[in-house]
């Protein structure tokens, strides 16, 4: 009966993390994607593949403009986004509750002219950006929410 | 979301009952001048076409705005030549001259342009005569910069909003593709760069690939098809300001003849490859960028500068390395070798201008305007060929 459990539980999990990947919904930074209530009109962007890692996936969603990879932890939390495209995804969006501190952090970096890169890095989160016109790239990442055993090099 | 929970969770059940898994499931007008020296554009890093104050290795031209028809015409000055973008692009503070609004639909065009290091610039797309050295003008639209232009929209919401702000007049895009955003923004309203503004309401808008802000340098009559970049090469503790040329055309004339280079093939988005220290990055090649940029090798080879220089390298003395560009089809292979020196000992003297300035960044290698400094580069323009092949390509 205690295996029947599991194993009922283990298709529960599965079968959320499958709803997930099949709903209209994404999650964003921090969030778990259990509970997302965004959904990806906010980006205009269609559901693309889902990729299984050691110790995480990686739900793709692409819009005509820019394409964003979330990475979902074994236990369903978005640890980190990336994103490569015509221009950056709304971050307010994507950041979620580390929006308000992202931007924070950003009003009070100074301008680096000459720069074609970004690095802000706030009490919680990671957000870097670079590349240049017509292929504008970046990632953002909570350092502690990164699972045991994956490189931060992975969230790319 | 609320209301759909139930539904959520009666799929879920019934998922997990099943425990099956769901699929994943412009043109041009005039006529081409003749004269050799009609195809060539002045830079000054820093020194004269630059704004007093500039910033370290920023490259400078002036370009003369004319109102359609030539009416009226306006050089302006302390304009970036960025070979990492395309089009031009003028903050309405340094216009005086009235161009033509584009149109879209009932409303004006507009649109909103996005840099890597989180600035943006919003402004009308407006058509002007644009005279590049003493080439024919060519008619083609380009953005006023104006923050307060309608309302811009959420990705513009830090819009440069004058010229203080940015370092600079404006941006003149010669790198080698003909508009700044091409086909996507031609069949999506929902681009996310184009816009059409009536009163203060703007929504996102299909632009055909004619009037989207467009490189000037790749709609001259005859020396279309790529630039050349030419800088005279500095001392290692640097320079106060260099001059040289951007040469219009590539071997359409006796003055741009190409000669002893190997051409670089770039991919659909503008990149090609440059390996370094064991690794294969993506890479460009950008005046736009004022040093070079790439993940340092290790910190204590190449150590970040104390705070607030910290976005550059300061090791004790010059480090020479070097890196291998690759086309982006995986050949040629060619050998760049270069020296990073300590930004802070080079920045406290009274040079502006560095072979040996760069900074660590993670994901890209970024060949900035050091690399640039006594080298020829050959910018081949997309849909364009010449002896050194098809754009888009560097060749150096």
Redesign the interface.
């Given at each position: 009966m205690k295996k029947g459990l599991y194993?009922?539980l283990l298709?529960?999990g599965?079968?959320?993390v499958?709803?997930a990947?099949?709903?209209r919904?994404h999650a964003a930074l921090g969030e778990s994607v259990k509970s997302?209530?965004s959904?990806m009109k906010a980006l205009?962007a269609a559901?693309g593949?889902?990729t299984s890692h050691d110790g995480y996936t990686v739900q793709e969603i692409n819009?005509?403009?820019?394409a964003v990879r979330e990475y979902i932890s074994a236990s369903g939390v978005v640890f980190g986004v990336a994103w490569n495209g015509?221009?950056?995804p709304?971050l307010?969006q994507l950041l979620g509750s580390y929006a308000a501190e992202y931007r924070e952090t950003?009003r009070q970096t100074?301008?680096?002219?000459?720069?074609?890169?970004?690095r802000?890095e706030t009490n919680h989160i990671v957000v870097?950006?670079?590349?240049?016109?017509?292929?504008?790239?970046?990632r953002a990442y909570v350092p502690d929410l990164i699972p045991p055993g994956v490189s931060v090099d992975e969230i790319? | 979301m609320k209301s759909t929970r139930p539904f959520l969770v009666f799929l879920i059940l019934v998922l997990a009952a099943g425990c099956g898994g769901g699929s994943g499931g412009g043109s041009s007008s005039g006529t081409s001048g003749s004269s050799n020296a009609d195809n060539i554009v002045s830079i000054t890093v820093n020194g004269s076409l630059c704004s007093g104050g500039s910033y370290p290795n920023k490259p400078c031209v002036s370009v003369k705005v004319c109102a359609p028809g030539a009416s009226s015409c306006q050089t302006v000055n302390d304009i970036l030549l960025d070979t990492g973008s395309y089009g031009l692009r003028i903050f309405k503070q340094a216009l005086n001259v009235s161009l033509e609004q584009v149109t879209g639909g009932s409303g004006s065009l507009a649109e909103c342009i996005q840099y890597a290091d989180g600035s943006s610039d919003w402004g009308p797309v407006q058509t002007a005569g644009v005279i590049l050295g003493n080439e024919p003008a060519v008619q083609v639209p380009i953005q006023v910069i104006d923050s307060t232009f309608g309302t811009a929209p959420r990705g513009c919401q830090n819009a440069d909003k004058s010229p203080a702000d940015a370092g600079f007049n404006g941006i003149l895009g010669v790198g080698f593709f003909v508009q700044d955003c091409g086909s996507v923004c031609a069949s999506n309203a929902d681009n996310g760069i184009y816009y059409v503004c009536s009163g203060s309401t703007c929504s996102g808008t299909e632009v055909t690939l004619s009037s989207q802000v467009q490189n000037p340098a790749a709609l001259l009559p005859q020396d279309n098809n790529g630039v050349i970049v030419q800088l005279p090469g500095i001392p290692a503790n640097g320079s106060a300001s260099v001059t040289g040329d951007l040469v219009l055309g590539i071997g359409t004339r006796s003055n741009n003849a190409p000669s002893d280079v190997s051409t670089y093939g770039a991919d659909q988005f503008g990149d090609i490859v440059t390996n370094f220290n064991g690794v294969s990055y993506i890479s460009f090649i950008d005046t736009g960028t004022n040093g070079l940029f790439f993940p340092s090798p290790s910190a204590s080879q190449l150590p970040d500068c104390p705070f607030p220089d910290s976005d550059w390298f300061c090791p004790q003395s010059t480090v020479s390395l070097s890196a291998t560009t690759q086309g982006a089809s995986g050949s040629p292979g060619g050998v760049v070798p270069f020296e990073i020196g300590n930004f802070d000992s080079l920045i406290s003297s009274s040079n502006h201008i560095f072979d040996n300035i760069g900074g660590n960044q993670r994901g890209e290698f970024a060949w900035g305007l050091p690399f640039f400094l006594g080298r020829t580069v050959y910018i081949g323009m997309e849909g364009k060929s010449s002896s050194l092949g098809s754009g888009p390509f560097w060749a150096y």
């Open positions: 194993i009922l298709c529960l599965l079968s959320t499958f709803f990947a099949a709903g919904v997302v209530a959904d205009s559901r593949n889902i819009s005509p403009s820019v015509l221009v950056r709304d307010t950003l100074p301008r680096a002219r000459g720069r074609r890169s970004l802000i870097e950006e670079w590349g240049h016109m017509r292929n504008l790239r970046g790319n | -």
